[in-house]
C-alpha cells in the first residue's frame, strides 16, 4: 500500500528533520522513518474503521430513538437499510482490519463529535437519500453506495483533512494517497471472500520495503560526498536560489540515482522535481532539474553511472 512516492516524501521529511536536529542519531532516525511508515498504514486502517464506525453509531441513534418515550410510528419503525449494508458487515469481520486494529490500538473512541459531524454529512446526502429510496438490494449495490460516499464525500472534504491532519502529524502529507488506496480496496472487495477479503499489505513486496531503508542510509552515509558535489554545481547558481530543501531533495535524488540500478534516472528526476515543486520554493523545480542533469552527466563521464 506505502508506494514508493510515499517513501520518498518520507524519507526526505526525516532526512530533513535529521539535519535540524542537533544530535544526529542516525538509529534514532531510522526508527522514525520506519514509525511514520507504519503511521501511514494506520490511516488506512483508520479510514477503512470509519465507515464502521459512522455505521455503529447510525444504529445506536436509531436504537435510542426506538426505546426514547413514546416514539412515532417512524422512529419505531425505521429504515435500515442504512445500518444492515451488507458490505459494512462484512467489513466489520474482516480478519486483517481486526488483526491490524488490536495490534496498533485503532479506535475512533475518542473523537465522537468527528464520527457525528462524517454521518450528518453522509446523511444530508443526495447520495444516501438515492441509496435509501432505490429499490436495489444487493451486496454490489451496498459497495458502491460506500464507494460513492467515500470517493465524493470523504476524499474532497476540507473538514475532515483538516481533522486527520491534526490527529496525527504523520497524516499531513498521506491522505490524498492513502484515500486512493482505501478506494481501491473498496472495489476489490467480494462477497464471496467473507471476513477473509484481503487488504492491502503495507509494502508491496520486500524490495519496496528494503528500498526505503536504503534510501534513507545512503543518503546519510554517503551524504558528505554528494554535497560536495552538488556544492561542485551550484557554484554558477545565486547562492539565494539555494535553498536548504533544495540541497536535502538533490542529496536523496544523488542516493536513489546511484543505489538503485533498476531505476531509471528521468524516473527519479520527474519524482523529485515533482516533489520540489510541493515541499520547496515555486523555482526549485527547474534549479534543482539542471543541477541534477549536470551531475548524472557527470557520473557518466567518469564511470560511475551506468543507466539511463
Not at 534543482?288 to 539511463?308: A, C, P, Q, R, T
Amino acid at each position: 500500500m506505502i508506494n514508493r512516492i510515499l517513501i520518498r516524501i518520507k524519507v526526505l521529511q526525516i532526512i530533513y528533520a535529521y539535519y535540524q536536529n542537533g544530535n544526529k542519531d542516525l538509529k534514532t532516525a531510522e526508527k522514525e522513518l520506519l514509525f511514520s511508515l507504519q503511521k501511514s498504514y494506520d490511516l488506512y486502517h483508520y479510514f477503512l474503521l470509519l465507515l464502521i464506525e459512522v455505521t455503529n453509531l447510525q444504529e445506536r441513534i436509531l436504537d435510542n430513538r426506538k426505546h426514547k418515550y413514546m416514539p412515532t410510528e417512524e422512529e419505531k419503525n425505521p429504515n435500515t437499510k442504512f445500518i444492515d449494508n451488507r458490505f459494512i458487515a462484512q467489513l466489520k469481520k474482516n480478519l486483517d482490519l481486526q488483526e491490524q486494529v488490536s495490534q496498533h490500538s485503532l479506535s475512533w473512541s475518542n473523537d465522537p463529535d468527528f464520527v457525528k459531524d462524517v454521518l450528518d454529512l453522509i446523511l444530508k446526502s443526495t447520495i444516501y437519500q438515492e441509496y435509501i429510496d432505490s429499490k436495489e438490494d444487493s451486496y454490489e449495490s451496498d459497495k458502491e453506495f460506500w464507494r460513492q460516499i467515500f470517493k465524493q464525500l470523504i476524499c474532497t472534504n476540507e473538514m475532515i483533512e483538516e481533522y486527520l491532519e491534526d490527529k496525527s502529524i504523520y497524516w499531513n502529507d498521506d491522505i490524498e494517497i492513502v484515500q486512493t488506496f482505501t478506494l481501491k480496496t473498496i472495489k476489490k472487495f467480494e462477497d464471496k471472500n467473507g471476513e477473509k477479503q484481503a487488504l492491502l499489505p503495507m509494502f508491496k513486496d520486500d524490495e519496496d520495503k528494503d528500498f526505503a531503508t536504503s534510501l534513507f542510509r545512503k543518503t546519510l552515509t554517503n551524504g558528505v560526498e554528494y554535497r560536495e558535489r552538488i556544492g561542485r554545481h551550484i557554484k554558477n547558481w545565486e547562492a539565494e536560489r539555494t535553498a536548504n530543501m533544495d540541497l536535502i531533495i538533490m542529496q536523496v535524488a544523488l542516493a536513489e540515482i546511484t543505489t538503485f540500478p533498476t531505476i531509471p534516472v528521468n524516473v527519479t528526476l520527474n519524482e523529485f522535481i515533482d516533489i520540489a515543486k510541493y515541499y520547496s520554493t515555486p523555482k526549485s523545480g527547474t534549479f534543482i532539474n539542471g543541477i541534477l542533469d549536470s551531475i548524472v552527466s557527470e557520473l557518466k563521464n567518469e564511470k560511475l553511472l551506468f543507466k539511463d
